[in-house]
C-alpha cells in the first residue's frame, strides 16, 4: 500500500511569511496524479493543485505545487489570513489501484 | 454553477444500515466517475469508494469492502452509498465528489454527517 506522509504536522507562521509544506510518498508517484487540496474548519475539501504543479481554477499565484517521483511540496507565499488552514496531498495510482490522502498540514496563525 | 449536495445522514445504530445520496447540478453526472470521501472527527481524509460514469465499474477502501455498496442513477443525476453493518468507526463526515481523469477531486459536496451509536 502507498502511503503519503505530510509533514510537518502543524506549521505555525504569520501573515506574509512563506509556508513550506512537505508531502513523502512511499513509492513513487506519477505528478499526473498528485494533488494537494485545502480544507477550513467546517467546510468540505477545496482542490489547489492537480498534476503536482498546476494551480487549480481562481487560485491565486502565491500557491505553487512542485516535486516528482516521492518528494511534492506545496508552497504559500506571502501567507494571507485565508490561507490559515489544513492541506491535504492526494495520490492515484492505477496499478495496483488505489486512492490515498497524506494525514495533513495545518498551517495556523503564530 | 457546478454543484454537489449530500443528503442521508443521521444516527444509526451498530450493525444497521443508511443511504446516502450526493446530487449532482450544473453539469452532467453521466460524464465522471463519482467518488465518497470521509472524514471522522477531528481526523482526515479517507477515500471510501468510486464508481465508473456509467455504473459498470466500482472500487472501494480496505475499511468498507463487502459493507458498502455504490450505485448511480444517471438519470436523476445522483449517485448513492448504501452503507450496511455499520461500526462505530464508520463514525465521519461523508463527502461525495466529482472525479476527473487524473482521479482527482473537484468539486465536493458540503459533507453530511453520519453517527454509528446506541
Known amino acids: 500500500e502507498l502511503v503519503l506522509t505530510q509533514s510537518p504536522g502543524t506549521l505555525s507562521l504569520s501573515p506574509g511569511e512563506r509556508a513550506t509544506l512537505s508531502c513523502r510518498a512511499s513509492?513513487?508517484?506519477?505528478?499526473?496524479?498528485l494533488a494537494w487540496y485545502q480544507q477550513k474548519p467546517g467546510q468540505a475539501p477545496r482542490l489547489i493543485i492537480s498534476g503536482a504543479s498546476s494551480r487549480a481554477t481562481g487560485i491565486p499565484d502565491r500557491f505553487s505545487g512542485s516535486g516528482s517521483g516521492t518528494d511534492f511540496t506545496l508552497t504559500i507565499n506571502r501567507l494571507e489570513p485565508e490561507d490559515f488552514a489544513v492541506y491535504y496531498c492526494?495520490?492515484?495510482?492505477?496499478?495496483?489501484?488505489?486512492?490515498?490522502f497524506g494525514g495533513g498540514t495545518k498551517v495556523e496563525i503564530k | 454553477e457546478v454543484q454537489l449536495v449530500e443528503s442521508g445522514g443521521g444516527l444509526v445504530q451498530p450493525g444497521g444500515s443508511l443511504r446516502l445520496s450526493c446530487a449532482g447540478s450544473g453539469f452532467i453526472l453521466s460524464n465522471y466517475w463519482m467518488h465518497w470521501v470521509r472524514q471522522a472527527p477531528g481526523k482526515g481524509l479517507v477515500w471510501v469508494s468510486r464508481i465508473s460514469s456509467d455504473g459498470s465499474s466500482t472500487d472501494y477502501g480496505d475499511p468498507v469492502k463487502g459493507r458498502f455498496t455504490v450505485s448511480r442513477d444517471n438519470a436523476k443525476n445522483t449517485f448513492y452509498l448504501l452503507m450496511s453493518s455499520l461500526r462505530a468507526e464508520d463514525t465521519a463526515v461523508y463527502y461525495c465528489?466529482?472525479?476527473?481523469?487524473?482521479?482527482?477531486?473537484?468539486?465536493w459536496g458540503q459533507g453530511t454527517l453520519v453517527t454509528v451509536s446506541s
Open positions: 513509492q513513487s508517484v506519477s505528478t499526473y496524479y
Open positions: 465528489a466529482r472525479g476527473s481523469l487524473t482521479a482527482l477531486f473537484d468539486p
Open positions: 492526494q495520490q492515484y495510482r492505477s496499478s495496483p489501484p488505489g486512492l490515498t
